[in-house]
């Protein structure tokens, strides 16, 4: 697939293995579940729980071993923060570039930035709307956003 803000076609990412079963693994689907149970009362992301599980506990994929995705771990438990991820990483970058902007007025590298953020930012708005993840009344708005993050 191309690339959202250029005509460039992409890096081919790495692939997982077709074989699903880990023989090495010793950990059961329940205390999997306990594992990420235990990072997202942390307040980790499910990402870094991810990454957490993988590099220290060995576990290569919690939805190989439990049928159910990190995500839909936490909320099943109520611990799944009220933003999305990948959402919150694009405000988190909205307010840096706001800041930038704040001191370097003629940058306009860092504007057409700003601009292209902002509409992944309304593109994943609409999406997480139509798909029951964020309320229909919540609107970005970039004034707001830097007390939303911080």
Known sequence: MARMHSRKK???????????TYTWMTYKPKEVE???LKLGKESKPAS???LVLRDTYGIPDVKA???????????EKDILPELPENLTCLL????ELQKHLESNKH?????RGMILTESKIRRLVKY????GRLSEDWKYDPKRVRMLIE
């Open 10 to 20: 992409g890096k081919s990412g790495s692939n997982k293995p077709i074989n699903k």
């Open 34 to 36: 306990l594992l990420v």
């Open 48 to 50: 870094e729980i991810g």
């Open 65 to 75: 071993v439990t049928k159910k995705s990190i995500s839909a771990i936490l909320k």
């Open 92 to 95: 988190k970058r909205v307010v």
């Open 107 to 111: 940058d306009m590298t860092g504007k």
């Open 128 to 131: 997480y709307k139509v798909s």
